[in-house]
């Protein structure tokens, strides 16, 4: 065989190989695997999610209720927590609900001290780390607070937190799982919020190598990398006045999931991947990356960053 030969089905096979790579666990988790019990797999009681006001993390406790897991819902919004709550409550009475109101960019050591005394009054073995922001500034001339909060909710708090959940099960000699929400822009670099990028890469890597050393105790770990997700307040939350308008946010967000569908593919693979990205378009990014390497994809960000999206936004509103 030539040597020509020899190379081209070498690619042809990596070709192949990536291909079914990217599709497989879709096919997998749409034909073969149902939505799992997690009460019944991790002979689970409660499970904690955080930022479960709104959004993804709401659509979750509702999927846990039905599935008579107690919950404890963790939020900066005392008023949307009690509504929350109260309905919960409602339609679930077999089911424990309760609530945390805490900011959790507040400074590690009082936030601990809150979430220590819940728990040892309940035993959390399922714990889903739910909160996310998009901080949106130019970190040049942002004040330091800004950048620590996110920090502090994003990354320290919730590593803190999955610290003392995992430690308590490993104590307790119980299985869990702990499941992280990223997002497709881990592998993205996010202009005008420099965190929300890095801050969701961090988790990614985190989770990743948290489920290697936790396998020997049958505690799963999950990161979900959803890509644009629609009807929660995420855009919102940004503060940018009607950033769902802007041209570029439209043409993103028609390629949107919606909560429910990115809660089914996460209920159906806690415990299968470990990884999860949620949609044909994180393998097209994943792709993409791939052909052009970062620095083809930054000189192209650099020269159109203020054009669209958060960069334009944020010119408009100091204009
Ligand atoms: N929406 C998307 O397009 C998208 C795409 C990929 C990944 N994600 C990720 O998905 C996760 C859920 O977001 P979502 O889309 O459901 O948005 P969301 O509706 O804005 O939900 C975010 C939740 O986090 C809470 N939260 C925010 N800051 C907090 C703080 N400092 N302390 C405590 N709680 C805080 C919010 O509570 P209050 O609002 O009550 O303050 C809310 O419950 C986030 O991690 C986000 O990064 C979203
Ligand atoms: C973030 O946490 C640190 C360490 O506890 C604390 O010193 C700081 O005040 C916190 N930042 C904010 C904005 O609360």
């Given at each position: ?133 998009m901080p949106v500034f130019d ?44 997002s497709i822009m881990?592998f993205i670099p996010t202009p005008y919020s420099t965190?929300y990028s890095?801050?969701k ?25 959803p890509g644009p997700i629609s009807?929660t307040?995420f855009l919102k939350a940004t503060g940018i006045d009607n950033f769902d308008k802007d041209p570029f946010v439209r043409l993103l967000y028609s390629f949107s999931q ?21 949609s044909?378009l994180w393998?097209l990014v994943?792709?993409f990356q791939?052909?052009c390497?970062?620095?083809?994809i930054l000189y192209i960000l650099t020269k159109t960053s203020t054009l669209w999206g958060l960069g334009r936004s944020l010119k408009k509103k100091s204009n």
């Open positions: 065989m030539e040597l020509f030969q020899i190379i081209s089905y070498i690619l042809l096979f990596l070709l192949l190989f990536f291909l079914i790579r990217l599709v497989y666990p879709f096919i997998y988790l749409k034909f073969f695997v149902r939505s799992q019990n997690l009460q019944e797999k991790y002979d689970a009681t409660w499970a904690l999610i955080t930022g479960s006001s709104s959004g993804l993390g709401l659509i979750l406790a509702e999927r846990l209720a039905k599935q008579k897991i107690n919950l404890l819902l963790l939020s900066d919004d005392l008023e949307s927590l009690r509504t929350q709550c109260a309905t919960l409550r409602k339609n679930y009475p077999a089911i424990k609900v309760e609530s945390l109101c805490i900011d959790m960019s507040q400074p590690v050591e009082a936030f601990i001290q809150r979430i220590e005394g819940e728990l040892q009054k309940k035993p959390i073995s399922l714990l889903f780390n739910n909160v996310g922001y970190f040049a001339s942002s004040e330091w607070n800004q950048v620590e909060s996110h920090i502090n909710c994003t990354v320290t708090n919730t590593i803190q937190l999955t610290h003392a959940v995992v430690n308590s099960l490993y104590k307790r000699k119980r299985i869990g799982a702990i499941v992280f929400t990223s881990s965190l890095s801050t890469s961090y988790i990614s890597a985190f989770a990743q190598s948290l489920a290697i050393e936790t396998k020997k105790y049958n505690i799963d770990v999950c990161v979900v990398q009807k307040n919606t909560p429910k569908q990115i809660i089914n593919l996460m209920l159906q693979s806690i415990g299968k991947f470990t990884v999860i990205g949620s044909p393998g994943r792709a791939l052909v390497g970062e620095n083809i």
